[in-house]
């Protein structure tokens, strides 16, 4: 996935920055603060987690059905 695809879908990962990490990134202060890599850190780890939109979003069909590990 590039992140060209990965940003088509900015309005999920917006909102699981808000709701993980209590980011606003409509706070222009705030990112401005921040480097690149620190946006991209977080939103590699939104991915990692399968609870999150824009992983639920990006998840094939097969492993739809696999069990989510609760802890």
């Known amino acids: 996935m590039t992140w060209e695809q990965l940003l088509s879908h900015w309005a999920l990962i917006e909102a699981d920055l808000h709701s993980e990490y209590g980011v606003d990134v409509e706070d222009r202060a705030l990112m401005r603060a921040r480097s690149w890599r620190w946006l991209q850190t977080r939103i590699v780890q939104l991915l990692s987690e399968p609870k999150t939109r824009i992983a639920r979003a990006l998840r ?11 802890e």
Do not use: G, L, M, T
């Not at 094939?60 to 609760?70: L, M």
């Open 60 to 70: 094939s069909p097969a492993e739809e059905h696999e069990p989510v590990d609760d």
